[in-house]
């Protein structure tokens, strides 16, 4: 008997020591949207737009064959929910929100010399290393895109 309580108490001692000494498992830090949203300045990775009048855009990063040019765009949205969209070497003022609880959906008005310009996003994906959405303007030249952006 005294053998196993020996063995028992031994078993014990190991496991009681093995928890101070042992690495515990890595905490996961989970970051909310507006978290990742603002954290980074995105810049366009690829884009399609069809206007209202028929014709067709598209970007791609590095891409030989793109029929406009968003290599020196870039936003940088604030968690005050305001920010910096980088258009053609200038800086035009933004505020934005989202309009959904799911935060699926955005509001960006954007601050251009000429007036403010309201752009939808919808369908909404936040990560790490990317955004994609839906992207409309009704007012103005008025168009549809899909878009992804990545860390600038």
Known sequence: MNLKLLFFA???LALISCEKDCPSTPT???????ELLTAKTWKAEEIRTQF???????YKRGGANNS?????D?????ADQTGIFYYLGTQQSVTWNFTNSEKSKLTCIINYPSGLV??????V???DSY?????????????LSSCRFVPN
């Open 10 to 12: 031994l078993g014990l």
């Open 28 to 34: 996961v830090i989970v970051k909310t949207k507006d």
């Open 52 to 58: 209202t009048n028929g014709n067709v855009e598209y």
């Open 68 to 72: 406009i040019d968003f290599d020196s």
């Open 74 to 78: 870039s936003i940088k949205l604030n």
């Open 118 to 123: 309201t752009i939808y996003w919808e369908n």
């Open 125 to 127: 994906t936040i990560a």
């Open 131 to 143: 955004i994609s959405y839906s992207q409309f303007v009704t007012s103005g030249s008025t168009y």
